[in-house]
Nanobody, 120 residues
Framework: VQLQASGGGLVQAGGSLRLSCAAS????????MNWYRQAPGKARDLVAAITVGGSINYADSVKGRFTISRDNARNTVYLQMNGLRPDDTGVYFC???????????????WGQGTLVTVSS
């Protein structure tokens, strides 16, 4: 099982980006899917989370600007980011809890990260 993130880039403040993260491999089911952000020199923080049932949570700093969604048929999670600010700059990682035939139960997987840079 692998997670592949894409969609990062350089954008001016106030602009928008859409991140995607697709899970591939032999997958029985995906529980939660999350986006984390790691700013330069800082810890990795949870930005947005979505469960298999569609329950959603956001970090306070992105509420009203970011929207997380998922396509269960495509095993993909998205993060629509509007009104970007310079402090949104960082590497964005996707994370998912996945059941597959390769391990008992479920386990967390991480994507490789995609860089988002917001210029002022």
């Amino acid at each position: 099982v692998q997670l592949q993130a894409s969609g990062g880039g350089l954008v001016q403040a106030g602009g928008s980006l859409r991140l995607s993260c697709a899970a591939s491999g032999i997958i029985f089911s995906i529980n939660y899917m999350n986006w984390y952000r790691q700013a330069p020199g800082k810890a990795r923080d949870l930005v947005a989370a979505i469960t298999v049932g569609g329950s959603i949570n956001y970090a306070d700093s992105v509420k009203g600007r970011f929207t997380i969604s998922r396509d269960n048929a495509r095993n993909t999670v998205y993060l629509q980011m509007n009104g970007l600010r310079p402090d949104d700059t960082g590497v964005y990682f996707c994370n998912a809890n996945i059941r597959s035939p390769t391990v008992p139960g479920s386990r967390d997987y991480w994507g490789q990260g995609t860089l988002v840079t917001v210029s002022s």
